[in-house]
C-alpha cells in the first residue's frame, strides 16, 4: 500500500463540527412539548453575504406553538467543514418548551 | 554560487507570486464576506411573534486588520519581504492583541452600549417577543464591519 494512501484518505474523509455558540433561557416546570428549528447555509469558500437565513427561526418555533410560550430555548451555532476552504456549512439550532397560556418559567 | 543564488532569487520571485495570487484568491472570496460569530434566541411569545411586528436594530464599528494594515504599509514603504523591523512591529501590535475575540479589533468597546435605548424606541409598547440577538463581522479585506444585530417582535397591543 502506498504510504501515502492513510494520509490522503484521513485527509478526504475528515469532517469536522465546531461548537461556536451555545445559550439558553431559563427551563420551564412545564416541559411535555418540545419545539425544536433549525436554520442552514452551506457556503463554497466561505462565502457569505448575509445571516438572514436564521430570521425564521423564531417564526418556526411560534407556529409549533400556537398560543402559547416558547421557553427554555437552548441555541446551538454550530460550524462544520465538509472541506477544508472549498466547502463549509454553519447551522443554528434552537429547541425549547411550549407552554400553554402563561405557565411558569 | 552565481547560479545557485539566482536560482534561490527566482524560487522567492515565484514563491511570493504565488503568495500574491492566493491572497488575491482569498481576498476576491472574502470581500464583503459576512460571518456570524454568535447567535442566541430568547424567549418567544407566539401571539407576539406571528401578529406582531418586526423590527431589526443594528449597531456597528469599524474593525481594523492591523496585520494587513501592517503589510501594507511595508508594501508602502518599500520594506515587504525583507524587513524585521516590519515583522518585529506587527509583533508586538499582535501582543496587545493577543485573547479570545470576536471580529478585527475595534476603535471602542462601547459601541453595543446604546442597545437597550434602541430597543425602547423600537418597541414604545415595550412588550418584546422572539428577540434573536446575534454578533457578525461584515469583511471588507482591511477593515470589517463590527455588527450586533437584534431581531425581534413588538406588540401591536398597549
Redesign the interface.
Known sequence: MNPKMPLLLAALLMGCTHLHSVSTTSVPVQRDKKVEAEAYRFMFMMMNFDNNYIDGLTRDLAKQCPGGQVQGILTKHEGIIYFPLFAHGVRVRASGYCVSGGGTP | MMTCRTASKERNRRMVSMSKIFSLVLLL??T????????????????T??EGERFEIKLSAVGVDTEEVLDGAADVAGLAGKSEEAQSIADIIKLFQMGPRTGYPTFKDHYSDEVIDKLRAACPSGSVS?L?S?R?SADYGMVSGEIV?L?G?CSREP
Open positions: 472570496g472574502g464583503g464576506c459576512v460571518a456570524m460569530h454568535h447567535a442566541q434566541v430568547g424567549e418567544i411569545d407566539s401571539k411573534v406571528l422572539g434573536v446575534i457578525e444585530k431581531i417582535y
